[in-house]
């Protein structure tokens, strides 16, 4: 997929949506041991990559440093008609950072209230000496609304098989 066709898909309403109005995302990646993981993350968009803020002892850290391809996945709606979802693949960096990394805490802005989005960085600034930050630019982006019928071409080719 081409850088055109990457911008085309993340600029949909609908994927734009998703990424500055969602806070939660899947990341898929390998672990050390060879075997799939799907985590639940949360995650800001800076508009040009997905951040995820971690621990820098976190098993994905030292995973994602060996083996940087990924795949992340954000959704929403709860019925056939309401179903969007925004799937992304990458390659994760890792930096580490020292303190909090910014984009953890714009992303809990999105969350909190400010009241308690101050209180959660306090917290968080007294826990962390470091952080890491996982940042995936897209390099293959889909975006899928499944009720305006933007769904994968083998599903769209068989709903026009079956009503024609």
């Known amino acids: 997929m081409d850088q055109h066709e990457i911008d085309e898909e993340l600029a949909a309403?609908?994927?734009q949506e998703l990424l500055t109005t969602t806070a939660a995302a899947h990341l898929a990646y390998v672990g050390e041991d060879g075997t799939p993981r799907v985590i639940p993350v949360g995650f800001h968009w800076t508009g040009s990559q997905v951040v995820i803020a971690t621990a820098t002892t976190s098993p994905k850290?030292?995973?994602l440093a060996a083996r940087?391809?990924?795949a992340v996945s954000i959704d929403a709606g709860m019925t056939p008609s309401g179903a969007r979802a925004l799937s992304?693949?990458?390659r994760a960096e890792v930096t580490i950072v020292d303190g909090v990394v910014p984009e953890y805490l714009e992303m809990s802005r999105l969350t909190?209230?400010?009241d308690a989005a101050a209180?959660?960085?306090q917290a968080v600034r007294g826990m962390y000496e470091q952080m890491a930050r996982i940042a995936i630019t897209p390099t293959w982006a889909?975006?899928?609304d499944f009720g305006a019928g933007r769904m994968p071409r083998f599903?769209?080719?068989r709903a026009e098989k079956s009503s024609a």
Do not use: N
């Open 119 to 121: 209180a959660f960085e």
């Open 61 to 63: 850290v030292a995973a």
């Open 155 to 157: 599903l769209r080719e």
């Open 88 to 90: 992304l693949r990458g």
């Open 68 to 70: 940087p391809d990924v």
């Open 112 to 114: 909190m209230d400010p």
């Open 13 to 15: 309403t609908g994927a």
């Open 142 to 144: 889909r975006f899928y």
